[in-house]
């Protein structure tokens, strides 16, 4: 049996309450809202052996200080794969086809009368599709958009994917390269250093003018002022955000204003089936790792 010290509410819970309660904690449950930092176990002390975020992502968390104080961490990957996929697809749909842009006019009185190019997208059949980042949520989305008749799949990551890019008819090219054969570009990688602000000026610059930027993974893999400049200049025709730094992204940000980007609030695995799978896990994981057992899904130190 635990005892449990809960956070009750969906907002998150302060700095200044977190420090405070975390005191002689042995396990801490977290969402990717908190970071967890020197600061936050220094105020746990070395009671603390477990930590276990309720994410598939971790850059919330200071590895080097966990690792350094011996401290186990749990993650939800596999769980969210289906709904971020689902989710993807239909940011790109929405993006592509101007669906955002088409609510808008016919809400606004701009639907008139019947013209040939009025509120034309790009459509999927016969294009390329480059995915930078493949995983398992890579092969998710493409698994799903091959029905609609893409003709080319091109991936780029930090070394190959032979196994996976086979079964899914994936082929690695180098980033720019990427860059300017795709007619989509999903990005899916997870933010580390080196992903940090990958997709920058130079990407889009080489980027085809007719082309759809889709992010689903995290926001500070791009630059966004550079996506600006992108999108302002029609380098690129259109963006898909579900990720943005910072979140929220502020209600007066240039990128709200742009008709060629549409920006969600970070609900890619925001289904109810999805949100409870992961809330489980991450309970596992705790649970496990407090009893010294090996976790679900456990973040490797060493």
């Known amino acids: ?28 449950y977290c969402l990717l809202t908190e970071k967890i930092d020197k600061e936050v176990l220094d105020a746990a002390g070395p009671s603390l052996k477990v930590v ?46 101007r669906l955002i842009e088409a609510v ?81 570009l999903l990005v899916c990688c997870a933010l580390t250093p080196d992903t940090h602000g990958i997709c920058n000026k130079q990407l889009f610059s080489n980027m085809r003018s007719n082309a759809v930027f889709i992010n689903t993974s995290r926001g500070a893999v791009v630059n966004q002022e550079d996506l600006y400049q992108a999108l302002v200049t029609k380098q690129i025709a259109a963006a898909g955000l579900d990720v943005t730094v910072p979140e929220p992204l502020p209600t007066d940000h240039p990128l709200f204003k742009l008709k060629n980007c549409v920006i969600l609030p970070h609900i890619a695995s925001a289904t109810v089936e999805t949100r409870n799978a992961m809330a489980a896990l991450a309970a596992n994981n705790l649970l496990s790792g407090l009893k010294g057992d090996p976790m679900p899904k456990e973040v490797p130190l060493s």
Request: hydrophobic content about 40%; charged content about 25%; glycine content about 10%.
């Open 1 to 28: 049996s635990c005892e449990i010290e809960q956070w009750d509410s969906d907002d998150p819970v302060s700095r200044s309450e977190l420090l405070k309660k975390v005191a002689g904690i042995q396990g801490l």
């Open 104 to 184: 808008d006019e016919a809400r606004s009185g701009g639907w008139g009368t019947w013209k040939p190019l009025w509120m034309c997208g790009s459509g999927l059949t016969g294009s390329t599709v480059g995915v930078l980042g493949l995983g398992r949520i890579g092969e998710a989305i493409i698994n799903r958009l091959k029905p609609f008749g893409i003709k080319k799949i091109l991936y780029n990551d930090i070394v190959p994917r032979h196994e996976l890019a086979a079964k899914i008819s994936a082929e690695f090219v180098p980033l720019l390269e990427l860059a300017k054969q795709s007619d989509v």
């Open 52 to 97: 276990s975020t309720m994410s598939v992502g971790y850059d919330h968390l200071s590895l080097d200080e966990l690792k350094k104080t011996g401290i186990r961490v749990g993650f939800t990957p596999d769980v969210l794969t289906e709904a971020v996929a689902e989710l993807t697809v239909a940011l790109l749909l929405a993006t592509s086809r």
